[in-house]
């Protein structure tokens, strides 16, 4: 079970709908080299990383608590889950 991060790359993916390959993030500069691709304003951006890393963080949560919720229909202890999974429980 892992847990995505989302960033400006993964953003303007689901924005744009040009093929972005021509585009740079320059990570340490934080800046858009856009090269022939239609700009997209930063705050959209942003708001974008925002959305699809909250609906991550609960799909992630979900999961979790599906998992437990299995285990504990098992009549497991809290060591039998942390036994299989100690991210579970934390």
């Known amino acids: 079970m892992t847990k995505k991060v989302y960033g400006i790359i993964d953003a303007i ?24 691709v239609t700009e997209i304003a930063r705050a959209t951006i942003d ?12 799909r992630f949560e ?7 919720s299995a285990y504990r229909k098992l009549s497991m202890t809290d060591d039998e889950i942390n ?3 100690r991210t579970l429980l934390a």
Not at 20 to 28: K, L
Not at 47 to 58: C, L, P, R, W, Y
Not at 62 to 68: P, S
């Open 47 to 58: 708001a974008k990383v925002s959305e699809m890393q909250s609906a991550e963080d609960t």
């Open 83 to 85: 036994a299989i999974d």
């Open 13 to 36: 993916k689901e924005l744009s709908s040009e093929d972005i390959t021509g585009m740079v993030y320059n990570f340490d500069e934080d800046k858009i080299y856009w090269n022939d």
């Open 62 to 68: 979900t999961e979790k608590t599906n998992k437990v």
